[in-house]
């Protein structure tokens, strides 16, 4: 049976979810960070002048195995706020979508899975990297600039395990509070674990960068994940030995790495109760927060949100504190696929189950202290969630949030909802914010009679709340994952343009033909057109 939110209950809906808050309780406040400067520091040549990937041979395929992260066994509940029907039909309008890295596209062969897929757009420029390497693509024609270039090539000034390990698990954000493109990765082929990161020189991404190697020794940095913020870089990890160790939140200096000087890392760790905790990412230079607000930083718990404060002070390290956890009640929900795992049909004979990574939320955290439609400070994050059936006849939906009183105040919850208008499980989302406060939400879609393909749904503010518009299809696969492999993901990536504010990017994977290892990727643009 699916248990279904009806239309009628709307603005039942709607109090229940201002009901969703922190509790009042004093949050626990953690001092005394740990504190270690860059173990690498150098500069790179131009992007523009580095080598081409050569194609792979079929030995080197290689799946990345899958660190789930324990999640708690709770009662299952049905889920109050599935939203069972489409919506009113979609008011966004659709832009040319084109191929990204993948499999036979710009002379690349996948030699990974997942790709873990990320991507920013900059002022005239978008950069996508998968595993492992990444491509500058021109944002108004879509012409192939450079690339696609196996990300360790851009850390061979660095020397050492950055430039010798393509290990990939790769973030990409441009920088809007300074025209700057950030890239990083890990270097994990063994101990000790490193973070890669460029930060480049000006807004070119075909440009030099200033390179960094932070050292987390024996700690695995499992699926980091980076935010920018006025005071740092904010980076989050789920720490591993042989067993989960807890979730590294560290603090890089943002000015010295702007400035290209010697830069320092400041970090906590949580305990195993707590892991993958997304940073705050500011999805816009004129939606910034206050002079020295913290970093907001949340994941999720039984039928709640928790949600962390890190203030970080490069002139006084003492003052640095992690606040936390805040709990943020919300609708109940049961983790997708019994926690994580995979569940995920496709229609294909011998296709394999795909990986939910039902225990974490999904990039970004999406952060704006204003829009036109709220005076007060926004962020938005989704996760996959069961919503119907049992084992092989599970159906998984996309829960999402946006949240207000992120740096101060107690925490809230402004609206929820869990997008699932029939029996096609949707999950692997990325959300954001325009400056208008629309909504746009980006996703993979499979079932038995669906093989994977890419949608986006979204809504504007003025919509009803806690409910998304129909869904637009923007790439149908053309086959679906086998040979056992289930892995998926393990993200894909929704940005705002920061020229206008108003226009999204989304990118993750998708099929053209049945098989393993010879994932695409896809890139689409689309906005609602009341943002001017």
Known sequence: MRHIYSSGAALAALAMAAAFSAAPAAAQVQRNAVVTPAAGHAESGPVSGMGISTAPGIKEKRERPLRLIPVKPGLQKPDPVVQSTQGPAAASSTGTGFAGV??????????????????????????????????????????????????????????????????????????????RWVLTQFAVSTTPYMQCVAVSDTSDALGAYH?????????????????????????????????????????????????????????FQTSTSFGSILPGDVDSASAAPAAGAPNPMVNYGSNSL??????????????????????????????????????????????????????????????????????????????????SGHGPNEVVGLRWYQLTNLTSGTPAVLQQGTYSPDNTSRWMGSIAQDKDGNIAVGYSASSKQVRPSIYITGRLATDAPNTLQAETLLKAGGGSQNNRLSRWGDYSAMYVDPADDCTFYYSTEYLKTTGSFNWSTWINSFKFPTCQ
């Open 102 to 179: 993948g499999e036979g596209d710009y002379g690349f062969t996948d030699s990974f899975a997942p790709p873990d897929t990320t991507m920013a757009v900059g002022a005239t420029q978008i950069v996508q990297w998968v595993n492992a390497d990444f491509m500058v693509f021109d944002k108004a024609t879509h012409a192939v600039q450079h690339g696609p270039v196996p990300g360790n090539t851009l850390f061979a000034n660095l020397g050492g395990r950055c430039a010798s390990d393509n290990s990939g698990d790769p973030i990409v954000q441009y920088d809007k509070l300074a025209n």
């Open 211 to 267: 390179l960094y190697a932070f050292d987390y020794g024996n700690l695995f940095n499992d699926y980091p994940k980076l935010g920018v913020w006025p005071d740092a870089y904010y980076i989050t990890f789920n720490y591993f030995t042989n067993t989960f160790q807890g979730a590294g939140l560290c603090a890089y200096d943002r000015t010295a790495m702007l400035a290209g000087q010697p830069a320092t890392q400041q970090c």
């Open 306 to 387: 928790n949600l962390w404060r890190f203030h970080v002070d490069w002139a006084n390290t003492s003052n640095t504190s992690l606040t936390g956890p805040m709990t943020i009640p919300v609708a109940s929900f049961t983790p997708a696929c019994g926690g994580g795992g995979a569940c995920i049909k496709q229609p294909d004979k011998r296709s394999s189950k795909l990986d939910s990574l039902a225990d974490r939320l999904m990039y970004r955290f999406a952060y704006r202290s204003n829009t036109a439609a709220n005076t007060g400070e926004t962020a938005v994050v989704n996760h996959s969630v069961k919503v």
